[in-house]
């Protein structure tokens, strides 16, 4: 029970973080936002946390089945930001947070918050990167 007590409260000072426009903290989290009318996402992520193909797999997760295609990112440091347009529009709107949390055995739990006729939805899962 400690541990999943744990996991969300990880998870919720995280998702904080994550709409407060700072960049990860940790080499353990990716960050991802919705932007240009649900078809383009920006985010952060710590190199010495994921690959960058790691990090595609998990951009995959935003944009849906129809795929992706310009990722482009640049490095500062440890911190990358990145930037994805993606196929089609997502099914998530403009402002949409995405949370990735890598998680002790390896695979990595995800949160997208977004708003759906006026009111906050959350989904989420969890994936093997």
């Given at each position: 029970?400690?541990?999943?007590?744990?996991?969300?409260?990880?998870?919720?000072?995280?998702l904080?973080?994550?709409?407060?426009g700072?960049?990860?903290?940790?080499?353990?989290?990716?960050?991802m936002?919705?932007?240009d009318?649900?078809?383009?996402?920006?985010?952060?992520?710590?190199?010495?946390?994921f690959?960058?193909?790691?990090?595609?797999?998990?951009?995959?997760r935003?944009?849906?089945?129809?795929g992706?295609?310009?990722f482009?990112?640049?490095?500062?440091?440890?911190?990358v930001?990145?930037?994805?347009?993606?196929a089609?529009?997502?099914?998530?709107?403009?402002?949409?947070?995405?949370?990735?949390?890598l998680?002790?055995?390896?695979s990595?739990?995800?949160?997208?918050?977004?708003?759906?006729?006026?009111?906050?939805?959350?989904t989420g899962?969890n994936l093997?990167v």
């Amino acid at each position: 029970m400690a541990h999943y007590i744990k996991i969300a409260s990880a998870l919720t000072v995280a998702l904080l973080a994550a709409g407060s426009g700072e960049p990860p903290q940790s080499p353990e989290t990716v960050r991802m936002s919705v932007q240009d009318g649900g078809q383009a996402i920006a985010g952060t992520y710590r190199s010495s946390g994921f690959s960058q193909s790691q990090v595609r797999q998990m951009v995959g997760r935003v944009c849906t089945n129809a795929g992706f295609s310009g990722f482009s990112q640049t490095a500062n440091g440890d911190l990358v930001s990145f930037s994805v347009s993606c196929a089609a529009q997502t099914r998530y709107v403009n402002g949409a947070d995405a949370l990735f949390v890598l998680q002790d055995n390896g695979s990595v739990d995800f949160s997208i918050t977004y708003t759906q006729n006026g009111r906050a939805v959350e989904t989420g899962g969890n994936l093997t990167v």
